[in-house]
């Protein structure tokens, strides 16, 4: 029996998924075609959505890319009728993609129906648990996490199995513990957490299913981000199929061991990733952090012991109790063990979803994995760890990717967000709007983030405007350092480092914007001018036909001319020459 299988991961349906998925079903005839047809999960190439996996044997199976509803007849007819394989549709980026991953949690990722509980037990899922619950103690499985080496994937970095142990030891006066995966995944640009819940659901909830079991918890929740339904519906139609199965609720597995989890929606703030003002929100209050003299596995949510882990952490756990914790710290670094998920976004050829083991190197990453920079610009800066984290330079390409080394330049792991600029990006203008992102965001509690953080959006509005003054940076610099130290949580305590990495490395730019009134990059609109090269210009009006406000002339095959007067420098006119002819000073 042939399969189809269709990604319907939210990059799927975006890209008209659904559609082609429907298109199949009314084409195929299960019996006659002896073709089932199902549905998976994100493959990770998000830059060739729609994605169909058309699977015969163990050994032969084809990729296609960009399938479209109108595409589908073709393919039941020549390939899967016809025994004809269409070439010119086939993934050929495919064996690039995945030559330098290591996808251990995202395996079953592009493979089984998250739907299906059935997919996820044939390919080993509940096999931990069922190991946990029938031969180890839970000392024995915290033991085990510690010596794996696991992280926390969630930004911290702290050392998961120290953390399950502390709250398992915190006193309880009822011996009530939670445990609580965070999947608020508010990051530009990030969907490693979403993707995972759309496409594997049950190894997130067999990792929290075993957390709970080694702390002594009877209740878990998942409070994920409000504007993630797919991951919502596909984890509640998970958790359903785990109760029918007896792997949720009382006694599981016919053991003494009962607990249960319940989804959480989230409100859309980006504090609340932060654990103190999760949990608060997570108990109907404001959403907002709390000093740590005490730590939440100590006293939580509503004042019990709580183990917090995102999404990622606890989807590693199956994997390290089935393989071993030696099996698991033989990859990655001395101190940064296992693999990470980043979503590799922006500027790049092959955009999508990959899991690398830590130590591999940013060059690796963006070229081998991401297939280098789009139109043959120059790769020119990194940004790692989400609006939080630092901008990392060229000339740094060649470092290890890992907890530690990305702290020591001035960025951080974060939960894996990596947003990619070439040449054509403005480092002022970077900062600018990753420091207006964090002001909107902050929840305004403490002092030195609710006002410093503005007072720093202003310098940068002035001089990506032109406004800027001598001693702006020297200012920038003191404040990042003031909101960095005294700031209550870690939001204010990241948040000046787009700005101070940005300056540490690209402090020509800022020094351009401010002594040159120039913006280098030719982004700050203020500070740049759009004309047209009469030498290069050959009338082809194609400038002119794509300008909003209709402020290019100029007859047919002769040059044409910008009125300065009512150009809104919106660039179209550079994207749509083809010549070379608009000239941005």
């Given at each position: 029996?042939?399969?189809?299988?269709?990604?319907?991961?939210?990059?799927?349906?975006?890209?008209?998924?659904?559609?082609?998925?429907?298109?199949?079903?009314?084409?195929?005839?299960?019996?006659?075609?002896?073709?089932?047809?199902?549905?998976?999960?994100?493959?990770?190439?998000?830059?060739?959505?729609?994605?169909?996996?058309?699977?015969?044997?163990?050994?032969?199976?084809?990729?296609?890319?960009?399938?479209?509803?109108?595409?589908?007849?073709?393919?039941?007819?020549?390939?899967?009728?016809?025994?004809?394989?269409?070439?010119?549709?086939?993934?050929?980026?495919?064996?690039?993609?995945?030559?330098?991953?290591?996808?251990?949690?995202?395996?079953?990722?592009?493979?089984?129906?998250?739907?299906?509980?059935?997919?996820?037990?044939?390919?080993?899922?509940?096999?931990?648990?069922?190991?946990?619950?029938?031969?180890?103690?839970?000392?024995?499985?915290?033991?085990?996490?510690?010596?794996?080496?696991?992280?926390?994937?969630?930004?911290?970095?702290?050392?998961?199995?120290?953390?399950?142990?502390?709250?398992?030891?915190?006193?309880?006066?009822?011996?009530?513990?939670?445990?609580?995966?965070?999947?608020?995944?508010?990051?530009?640009?990030?969907?490693?957490?979403?993707?995972?819940?759309?496409?594997?659901?049950?190894?997130?909830?067999?990792?929290?299913?075993?957390?709970?079991?080694?702390?002594?918890?009877?209740?878990?929740y998942v409070y994920v981000r409000h504007e993630y339904p797919l991951a919502v519906k596909n984890l509640g139609v998970a958790l359903e199929q785990a109760r029918a199965r007896g792997l949720l609720g009382k006694n599981i597995l016919g053991s003494n061991f009962s607990f249960?989890?319940?989804?959480?929606?989230g409100g859309g703030a980006f504090i609340c990733g932060e654990s103190t003002a999760l949990m608060a929100s997570l108990e109907g209050k404001i959403g907002e952090p709390r000093p740590k003299h005490i730590h939440t596995t100590e006293k939580g949510f509503h004042g019990k012991?709580?183990?917090?882990?995102?999404?990622?952490?606890?989807?590693?756990?199956?994997?390290?109790?089935?393989?071993?914790?030696?099996?698991?710290?033989?990859?990655?670094?001395?101190?940064?063990?296992?693999?990470?998920?980043?979503?590799?976004?922006?500027?790049?050829?092959?955009?999508?979803?990959?899991?690398?083991?830590?130590?591999?190197?940013?060059?690796?990453?963006?070229?081998?994995?991401?297939?280098?920079?789009?139109?043959?610009?120059?790769?020119?800066?990194?940004?790692?760890?989400?609006?939080?984290?630092?901008?990392?330079?060229?000339?740094?390409?060649?470092?290890?990717?890992?907890?530690?080394?990305?702290?020591?330049?001035?960025?951080?792991?974060?939960?894996?967000?990596?947003?990619?600029?070439?040449?054509?990006?403005?480092?002022?203008?970077?900062?600018?709007?990753?420091?207006?992102?964090?002001?909107?965001?902050?929840?305004?509690?403490c002092v030195p983030c609710r006002e410093g953080l503005d007072r720093m959006l202003d310098i940068l509005t002035d001089i990506a405007g032109g406004r800027g003054r001598e001693g702006d940076i020297e200012l920038l610099e003191e404040l990042g350092y003031a909101i960095r130290?005294?700031?209550?949580?870690?939001?204010?305590?990241?948040?000046?480092?787009?700005?101070?990495?940005?300056?540490?490395?690209?402090?020509?730019?800022?020094?351009?914007?401010?002594?040159?009134?120039?913006?280098?990059?030719?982004?700050?609109?203020?500070?740049?001018?759009?004309?047209?090269?009469?030498?290069?210009?050959?009338?082809?009006?194609?400038?002119?036909?794509?300008?909003?406000?209709?402020?290019?002339?100029?007859?047919?095959?002769?040059?044409?001319?910008?009125?300065?007067?009512?150009?809104?420098?919106?660039?179209?006119?550079?994207?749509?020459?083809?010549?070379?002819?608009?000239?941005?000073?």
């Amino acid at each position: 029996m042939k399969e189809v299988v269709v990604g319907l991961a939210s990059c799927g349906i975006a890209a008209g998924g659904i559609q082609v998925y429907n298109k199949f079903s009314e084409l195929l005839d299960a019996e006659k075609d002896e073709t089932a047809l199902k549905q998976t999960g994100c493959y990770g190439m998000c830059f060739r959505e729609a994605l169909v996996e058309i699977i015969e044997d163990s050994k032969r199976r084809t990729l296609y890319g960009q399938v479209t509803p109108e595409r589908v007849e073709r393919i039941v007819n020549e390939h899967l009728r016809g025994g004809k394989v269409i070439e010119e549709w086939i993934v050929k980026e495919e064996g690039q993609f995945l030559a330098k991953q290591k996808r251990i949690v995202l395996h079953n990722c592009g493979k089984i129906d998250p739907l299906d509980i059935g997919d996820y037990l044939a390919s080993g899922g509940y096999q931990a648990l069922k190991k946990v619950l029938s031969e180890m103690a839970p000392e024995q499985v915290i033991a085990e996490v510690a010596r794996s080496g696991l992280r926390g994937r969630g930004g911290g970095g702290f050392p998961t199995g120290r953390k399950w142990e502390s709250c398992r030891n915190a006193p309880s006066r009822n011996g009530t513990r939670y445990v609580i995966c965070n999947a608020d995944e508010g990051d530009p640009g990030a969907y490693m957490d979403r993707s995972l819940l759309e496409g594997n659901p049950h190894s997130v909830i067999e990792g929290m299913i075993i957390g709970a079991y080694a702390i002594g918890s009877s209740q878990g929740y998942v409070y994920v981000r409000h504007e993630y339904p797919l991951a919502v519906k596909n984890l509640g139609v998970a958790l359903e199929q785990a109760r029918a199965r007896g792997l949720l609720g009382k006694n599981i597995l016919g053991s003494n061991f009962s607990f249960d989890v319940k989804i959480s929606r989230g409100g859309g703030a980006f504090i609340c990733g932060e654990s103190t003002a999760l949990m608060a929100s997570l108990e109907g209050k404001i959403g907002e952090p709390r000093p740590k003299h005490i730590h939440t596995t100590e006293k939580g949510f509503h004042g019990k012991p709580t183990n917090l882990n995102n999404v990622e952490t606890w989807a590693n756990v199956p994997l390290i109790i089935n393989r071993g914790a030696a099996w698991f710290s033989s990859i990655g670094t001395e101190r940064s063990k296992g693999t990470k998920i980043f979503s590799l976004v922006g500027k790049i050829n092959n955009t999508g979803l990959v899991e690398v083991p830590m130590g591999i190197t940013l060059r690796e990453i963006i070229y081998e994995i991401g297939g280098g920079i789009p139109s043959g610009k120059k790769f020119k800066a990194v940004q790692t760890g989400g609006p939080s984290g630092g901008c990392i330079p060229e000339r740094l390409i060649d470092l290890p990717v890992d907890f530690d080394r990305l702290t020591e330049v001035g960025s951080m792991m974060g939960s894996g967000g990596m947003i990619v600029m070439d040449e054509a990006t403005c480092m002022v203008d970077i900062a600018k709007y990753f420091v207006k992102f964090l002001t909107e965001e902050s929840c305004g509690k403490c002092v030195p983030c609710r006002e410093g953080l503005d007072r720093m959006l202003d310098i940068l509005t002035d001089i990506a405007g032109g406004r800027g003054r001598e001693g702006d940076i020297e200012l920038l610099e003191e404040l990042g350092y003031a909101i960095r130290d005294t700031s209550l949580c870690a939001l204010g305590g990241s948040a000046p480092n787009p700005v101070l990495s940005t300056i540490n490395y690209f402090r020509d730019e800022y020094e351009a914007h401010i002594n040159e009134r120039r913006c280098p990059a030719g982004v700050c609109k203020e500070l740049i001018t759009f004309t047209i090269d009469k030498e290069k210009c050959n009338g082809c009006g194609l400038c002119a036909k794509n300008c909003p406000q209709q402020s290019i002339t100029g007859k047919k095959k002769e040059a044409h001319v910008i009125d300065q007067t009512t150009c809104i420098k919106c660039g179209l006119c550079r994207d749509n020459c083809k010549f070379d002819a608009v000239v941005v000073s």
